[in-house]
T-cell receptor
Framework: GAVVSQHPSRVICKSGTSVKIECRSL??????MFWYRQFPKQSLMLMAT?????????EQGVEKDKFLINHASLTLSTLTVTSAHPEDSSFYIC????????????FGPGTRLTVL | AQSVSQHNHHVILSEAASLELGCNYS??????LFWYVQYPGQHLQLLLK??????LVKGIKGFEAEFIKSKFSFNLRKPSVQWSDTAEYFC???????????FGGGTRVLVKP
């Protein structure tokens, strides 16, 4: 149980375009989803926390207008990288929590974004 | 702000050797502690977690971790590793009743057959 999927697994785009990444909880309802960024050979850095039906909470230094997060249902959250630039190239990982009290997050497989 | 440090960035050992990975955190309040593993090309998987109770926690695949509150530590151990334990291991912490995780820098473990 507790499977989280991400789509796409890899995406290559041109500079200036927008890219949408989907995160789905397949066998449970996730009241909270998280978006992380992982640079090569580094740890995960939390970008934002997304609660179903409300606005995402962004970490300090993360641009809200650049990384748009929508948590439209209890099984789906999307991250849109707007006007992507080469420095946005990274590995983006989502996680989902069953509820805010269990505190255990289940991670998706990640999306490799390359901006040319 | 809380921080998590993992002292070893890389560990190389032979099969059947014992493994211990260090993890220390800086937050002074009540915390939940986690160890995640990321096998090559795969996503993060939960190895074990500590919320309360017995400070010695047993997880999957023969791993265990000990929470020592006085040392702010949550070290991961496995008495006898296998080649299949080659992976990157992440320690993570969040405040109790709050689920925002802070990750350590990760430790890459290479087990030689």
């Amino acid at each position: 149980g507790a499977v989280v999927s991400q789509h796409p697994s890899r995406v290559i785009c041109k500079s200036g375009t927008s890219v949408k990444i989907e995160c789905r909880s397949l066998d449970f309802q996730a009241t909270t989803m998280f978006w992380y960024r992982q640079f090569p050979k580094q740890s995960l850095m939390l970008m934002a926390t997304s609660n179903e039906g409300s606005k995402a909470t962004y970490e300090q230094g993360v641009e809200k207008d650049k990384f748009l997060i929508n948590h439209a249902s209890l099984t789906l959250s999307t991250l849109t990288v707007t006007s992507a630039h080469p420095e946005d190239s990274s590995f983006y990982i989502c996680s989902a929590s069953v509820d805010r009290y269990t505190d255990t997050q289940y991670f998706g497989p990640g999306t490799r974004l390359t901006v040319l | 702000a809380q921080s998590v440090s993992q002292h070893n960035h890389h560990v190389i050992l032979s099969e059947a050797a014992s493994l211990e990975l260090g993890c220390n955190y800086s937050y002074g309040g009540t915390v939940n502690l986690f160890w995640y593993v990321q096998y090559p090309g795969q996503h993060l998987q939960l190895l074990l977690k500590y919320f309360s109770g017995d400070p010695l926690v047993k997880g999957i695949k023969g791993f265990e971790a000990e929470f020592i509150k006085s040392k702010f530590s949550f070290n991961l151990r496995k008495p006898s590793v296998q080649w299949s334990d080659t992976a990157e291991y992440f320690c993570a912490v969040n405040k109790a009743a709050g689920n925002k995780l802070t990750f350590g820098g990760g430790t890459r473990v290479l087990v030689k057959p």
